[in-house]
T-cell receptor
Framework: DGGITQSPKYLFRKEGQNVTLSCEQN?????MYWYRQDPGQGLRLIYY???????QKGDIAEGYSVSREKKESFPLTVTSAQKNPTAFYLC????????????FGQGTRLTVV | GENVEQHPSTLSVQEGDSAVIKCTYS??????FPWYKQELGKRPQLIID?????GEKKDQRIAVTLNKTAKHFSLHITETQPEDSAVYFC???????????FGKGTTLSVSS
């Protein structure tokens, strides 16, 4: 499995702490995305980025922040303002935004206790 | 914003039967409709996609149909096998064409 890598696979944090999830891709893709997956809820879009130094809010951006300083990297920070942060987080990338195949990372399962 | 509805949420079939999963989308500007398969504990992977200028697309046992007028599209799996058991997600490009909006998923179980 190359291409798009998320780390770590499992992450535990105490309530009230910020935590950053890593996402790196070597596919030379312009667009990157963060989705949250909860049972029965499908994949919900948190943030996306079309190019370096640009990102846009998705449907559930509250309590999250991102940066896109390098083409290869799109880290997601889950802040203490996120009311229910325990979830499975998936990062994806595509050649360009929107209407092309998205390639997913293996995901990070975040548990806040 | 774009909304994608997917039905059914669960589907159980016998090996060899066909399975059909249906999705509707809200934004007539959507022009790309992929289907992803997610096996337990693994990442979602694209299995087939269709663009708005095409009505049907086939790839071996899998086919997707698109009705732009009615704003719905369907996944058809023929001759199902136990290894087809997984969660299937439909998606549609959002109004701005900048991201994919996913349905809530269908858990397909194929029993032998």
């Amino acid at each position: 499995d190359g291409g798009i890598t998320q780390s770590p696979k499992y992450l535990f944090r105490k309530e009230g702490q910020n935590v950053t999830l890593s996402c790196e891709q070597n596919l030379n893709h312009d667009a990157m995305y963060w989705y949250r997956q909860d049972p029965g809820q499908g994949l919900r879009l948190i943030y996306y980025s079309q190019i370096v130094n640009d990102f846009q809010k998705g449907d559930i951006a509250e309590g999250y922040s991102v940066s896109r300083e390098k083409k290869e990297s799109f880290p997601l920070t889950v802040t203490s303002a996120q009311k229910n942060p325990t979830a499975f987080y998936l990062c994806a990338s595509s050649i360009r935004v929107g209407s092309t195949e998205a390639f997913f990372g293996q995901g990070t399962r975040l548990t806040v206790v | 914003g774009e909304n994608v509805e997917q039905h059914p949420s669960t589907l159980s079939v016998q090996e060899g039967d066909s399975a059909v999963i249906k999705c509707t989308y809200s934004d007539s500007a959507s022009n790309y409709f992929p289907w992803y398969k997610q096996e337990l504990g693994k990442r979602p992977q694209l299995i087939i996609d269709i663009r708005s200028n095409v009505g049907e697309k086939k790839d071996q046992r899998i086919a997707v149909t698109l009705n732009k007028t009615a704003k719905h599209f369907s996944l058809h799996i023929t001759e199902t096998q136990p290894e087809d058991s997984a969660v299937y997600f439909c998606a549609a490009s959002n109004q701005a064409g900048t991201a994919l909006i996913f349905g809530k998923g269908t858990t397909l179980s194929v029993s032998s």
